[in-house]
């Protein structure tokens, strides 16, 4: 059986530090979310003109279950080389692929990818999405903005979800939500990641990504659940 290896629509969300006020606690009002969202998009712009993405090594740790009874059906560990562009389809390479413990030729892991999704923050941003700061939250020990994100047309390249962002820096901090819509035989998806500086860039450090698949004969009703750390990462 061919495995799929699902990409993150937003595996570099690349930032910079900035100057907004600290401290705020609690829900965010609308005037203050607008200023908070110029500043981001003021911060983000610029990036997507000075990197053409991300390039970095990963290691996933990919479980089947069956999608009615839960039980596990394979375990596969894939060992990965990427190049995520922004603007067009990333370059990738399988190093190591592992099924149920058992060493396997890497180009027997399949992988699908998809087009690139639409970047919330860059030029054409605002073109695509509605963005509004809702509240302020705990990440650990870091003060978040809560940033609410929803495409206004929905496709399968548009972001849905949440973006939390350090109140004193902007930096990513964590990344939850899924596509604003699921072509076919996807029936769920749903991806959380956690980020972390590389020489001051904000970039994806581990997270979980869920795909609810259902394809007659080929995944029937099939849940399956990516465990990934990047191993290293740099903007290019």
């Known amino acids: 059986m061919k495995h799929k290896h699902f990409s993150i629509l937003f595996v570099s969300l690349l930032l910079f530090s900035l100057f907004?006020?600290?401290?705020?606690?609690?829900k965010i009002a609308p005037a203050e979310s607008d200023r908070i969202v110029a500043l981001v998009y003021k911060k983000y712009i610029p990036v997507y003109t000075k990197y053409l993405g991300v390039e970095s090594v990963s290691k996933s740790i990919i479980r089947e279950y069956d999608g009615k009874t839960n039980a596990l059906k394979s375990t596969s560990e894939v060992t990965?080389?990427?190049k995520d562009y922004f603007y067009k389809e990333p370059e990738v390479q399988v190093?190591?692929?592992k099924k149920d413990g058992e060493d396997k030729d890497p180009s027997d892991h399949r992988l699908r990818e998809a087009k690139p999704g639409h970047p919330v923050f860059d030029r054409k941003g605002t073109d695509h999405y509605i963005v509004k700061v809702i509240n302020t939250e705990m990440i650990g020990k870091i003060e978040c903005?809560?940033?609410?994100?929803?495409?206004?047309?929905?496709?399968a390249r548009h972001f849905k979800g949440d973006i939390y962002l350090a109140?004193?820096?902007l930096d990513v901090v964590r990344t939850v939500g899924g596509a604003g819509s699921l072509d076919?035989?996807?029936?769920?998806f749903r991806a959380a990641f956690d980020y972390t500086l590389v020489d001051s860039v904000s970039v994806a450090q581990s997270g979980t990504i869920e795909v609810r698949i259902d394809f007659p004969v080929i995944y029937p009703d099939m849940l399956i659940i990516t465990d990934t750390t990047i191993i290293e990462s740099r903007p290019f």
């Open 20 to 26: 907004p006020n600290p401290g705020l606690a609690g």
């Open 95 to 97: 190093l190591s692929f």
């Open 184 to 188: 076919f035989p996807v029936k769920h």
């Open 167 to 169: 109140v004193d820096t």
């Open 145 to 155: 903005y809560r940033l609410d994100i929803q495409p206004k047309k929905p496709t």
């Open 80 to 82: 990965v080389r990427r």
